[in-house]
């Protein structure tokens, strides 16, 4: 199984730095259309263990995934997993905007709630997405299960997933998180969900906005 992950599916703005994390949606219709054709790739949101499963990962929970990634999605029948930053809903990538040269707009609640209606899992980014092994253990543990209560409260949902903000996590990072009552989490180290060290550290396949899609195929499927 290959767990995928993207940013941004979009046009990036001229004045954007780190221009690879997005993926423009004509790219990205035409990597869910041939997932779904070679090897009838099972396009889901859970972890399935098949040789052909891919599983969606969508990293922050920027707007233009229900502009740009939903309405294909929707198409071809694939669900996604959303990881959301639960204290930044509405709002832009506060974070790391500086460093990016640009304001990303973040999904509101109304949207997340539709998505979960229809069928797609939201996950926690934490609350304002930090780095975790950089902050006093007490705001960690605040940001690794107060996400999680948030998510859930607003919701109405179980939130089982967690994905580690810059990918950035310890041994104590990682026991918080499952303390907290989590049940996976994602890093942002490449290789195959097979090739990962436990539920606790999954290891994902970054998908880049300059892949052509003989590259990507290669990346996915091989």
Known sequence: MKVLTYHNID???KEAKLKSLYVNPDKFRNQIKYLKKFKNTVLSNEIDKSKNAVLLTFDDGYRDFIKN???????????????VVAG??????????????????????????FLV??????????????????????????????????????????????CYPYGDYNQKVKEMVIDAGYKMAFTTKHGTFEESKDMFEIKR??????????????????
Do not use: R
Request: hydrophobic share 40%; aromatic share 14%.
């Open 11 to 13: 046009y990036p703005p």
């Open 69 to 83: 990634a939903y309405p294909t999605l929707k198409k071809y029948q694939a669900k996604a997993l959303i990881f």
């Open 88 to 113: 930044l809903t509405d709002k832009y990538n506060l974070w790391d905007w500086k460093k990016l040269n640009v304001k990303k707009p973040l999904m509101d609640w109304e949207e997340i709630k």
């Open 117 to 162: 209606s229809e069928g797609f899992e939201i996950g926690s980014h934490t609350i304002t997405h930090p780095f975790l092994t950089k902050i006093p253990e007490k705001t960690a543990k605040a940001e690794i299960e107060d996400s999680k209560k948030i998510l859930e409260d607003k919701l109405g949902v179980e939130i089982k997933t967690f």
């Open 205 to 222: 396949v970054t998908v880049f906005g300059h892949w052509i899609l003989p590259q990507f195929l290669w990346k996915v499927l091989l």
